[in-house]
């Protein structure tokens, strides 16, 4: 073969790829830039979803005709996370330095598992911004992760490991001296329960206790259980507090855990993915007292901190206790720190969690933190914890709407309730209404269910929504609820 025919994954034509390149970075700066534009909502239609369907190509196309498919098939039908009305679940809203990293960080393409190059550094230098964010020892270990769930199955893993009272990870599970049990409130979310039962704990491993009216676990509750499980030849082993709950943004009493979990001897765990960057701003701050006492803390980058999909870490007080529960080093991983070659590095991210090959999801971490500074990112928080007390006094003002539940954090949950309607009606209206308002593509809330009273709530983590958003919503669903009643 000739050396013009020699076949490689590269661009036939660089020049043309180049220019392609230019019109997905202008095409893209357009669909961010317009973003509060657009319906907040855009279905799926029918002949998209079967054109998704087709067989893999066995042949080339050329890039420009992919890239059509692209604009014509993909991006119209997008989960606009960037819209400024856009409140469901839990997200964060994207920060544009945080995407055109991670372009630069698959050109680079590095593999952050470990060896000696830059990117390992770079994650460390994450890892050491965010231990000292939180309050935590320089000498604590980190890993980023997908998101909190893999940031709260990790800590689980090295909770379970040192605090069992035996070698868990040699003996396994079955070598219990009885059944190993963690304790949260009734408000935990689902990928604790997710972890604790692929753990080998079984679901019942997680003993949920009651919460208080505010949402927050109940301490005597929780002692209860832990003397009620002692006596009964469990062995319980962590304690996860939540700094923002994903139903209502409740913040568990951190200080009051950190204490009972050096009484018991229990391993005292944070599951902060909502709430923990939130020590960023000063209205939230004070909340979270007690957060920096943790054994471990999971927390999310890709929420409240908005960097783009997919951003958590994970921070172990004790770094070699984290890496007793990861390192497997076989002799073609073996280092040679003193050698001086690529095997001599001293940062091993797999030595720290599941994964042995890692992407350079630090890049858009680091870059997205030097553009703006922290302090930014705070004032971002502190702003939709005041959006969403603006949000909560315009329900108060409005006689057909009433709150769910208390407003913690940047979480609002509340409904549209004309009276005199019988439960199920009035779960059947909202449920309808929310449907109205997305399909309308007018605003996104999402919904949870509270004392069997299903409820529309709205999760602010959005650097982009103003206050007339807010009006906007509460306007609309008035009106949508009149014409449903
Ligand atoms: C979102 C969330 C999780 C899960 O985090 P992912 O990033 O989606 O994996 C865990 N705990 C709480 C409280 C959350 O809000």
């Not at 009035?426 to 009273?453: C, F």
């Amino acid at each position: 073969m000739s050396k013009d025919t020699f076949e490689t994954l590269d661009p036939e034509n660089w020049d043309e790829m180049r220019e392609l390149a230019h019109r997905m970075v202008e095409d893209a700066f357009d669909y961010i830039q317009s973003c509060g534009d657009r319906p907040v909502w855009t279905p799926v239609p029918d002949e998209v979803s079967e054109r998704l369907k087709g067989a893999a190509p066995t042949g080339p196309s050329a890039p420009a005709e992919v890239y059509e498919e692209f604009l014509a098939n993909i991006m119209p039908y997008n989960l606009h996370t960037n819209h400024p009305r856009f409140w469901a679940w839990y997200m964060g809203s994207g920060t544009v330095m945080g995407a055109m990293a991670d372009f630069l960080a698959a050109m680079l393409n590095p593999n952050v598992g470990g060896i000696n190059h830059v990117a390992p550094r770079v994650e460390q230098q994450v890892i050491s911004w965010l231990n000292e964010m939180l309050g935590f020892p320089a000498s604590a270990s980190g890993l980023l992760t997908s998101g909190a769930s893999m940031a709260n199955f990790t800590a689980l893993t090295v909770a379970r490991n040192a605090n069992s009272g035996y070698d868990a990870r040699r003996e396994g599970v079955l070598a219990a001296p009885g059944p190993l049990t963690a304790y949260a409130s009734t408000e935990i979310h689902s990928c604790n329960q997710k972890a604790v039962e692929t753990l080998g704990l079984g679901s019942q491993g997680l003993r949920k206790v009651p919460v208080n009216d505010d949402y927050t676990i109940d301490l005597d509750a929780l002692r209860a259980q832990v003397e009620a499980d002692r006596e009964g030849g469990m062995i319980p082993f962590c304690v996860i507090a939540t700094a923002g709950t994903i139903n209502t943004g409740a913040i568990d009493d951190m200080e009051a855990i950190a204490d009972f979990c050096d009484e018991e001897g229990l391993w005292f765990h944070v599951d902060g993915a909502i709430g923990a960057v939130a020590v960023l701003a000063d209205n939230v701050r004070p909340l979270l007292k007690g957060m920096e006492r943790a054994d471990s803390i999971a927390l999310d980058l890709h929420k409240w901190m908005h960097i783009p999909f997919e951003a958590g870490c994970v921070i172990v007080r004790d770094a070699p206790t984290h890496s007793d529960s990861f390192s497997l080093v076989p002799e073609y991983l073996q280092r040679d720190v003193e050698g001086g070659g690529m095997a001599s590095g001293k940062i091993w991210f797999s030595d720290y969690g599941l994964q042995l090959t890692r992407q350079f999801r630090a890049l858009k971490v680091w870059m997205s933190i030097k553009e703006h500074g922290l302090d930014r990112f705070g004032r971002m928080i502190a702003r939709n914890v005041e959006q969403a007390h603006y949000l909560g006094d315009l329900i108060k003002a409005s006689p057909e709407l009433e709150l769910a539940a208390p407003i913690g954090l940047d979480i609002v949950c509340f409904r549209y309730n004309p009276g005199g309607m019988d439960p199920e009606s009035l779960n059947a209206l909202n449920r309808e209404l929310l449907v109205k308002l997305q399909t309308g593509g007018i605003a996104a809330p999402s919904y949870t269910t509270l004392h069997g009273n299903y409820c529309l709530r709205a999760a602010i983590s959005n650097h982009r929504s103003r206050y007339e958003d807010f009006d906007l919503m509460v306007e609309e669903v008035i009106r949508l609820g009149r014409q449903l009643s």
